[in-house]
């Protein structure tokens, strides 16, 4: 998604994505959800990336996402 708007010129998707595959990569888990959290707002109802950047890149990036906070989710329930 960085590349896509890199190519399409959106500055602000630029700086809002950027450090979001590093931190998703790099983030203990108990900070995981944060970033996680932070890129699923990208789709926001009023403002979304989904606006800027194309079907084939955005819905991906989407899907991933949910999987990944539905894991987390389930990680929290069997530690409880």
Known sequence: MVAAARDAGHERWIRYLEPLPDRLRDDDIADLRKTAMRAR???????????ALPWDVTEPFLDAIDRLLKELSKREVTEI
Do not use: I, T
């Open 41 to 51: 707002s990208a789709y926001g109802p009023k403002d979304s990336v989904r606006d």
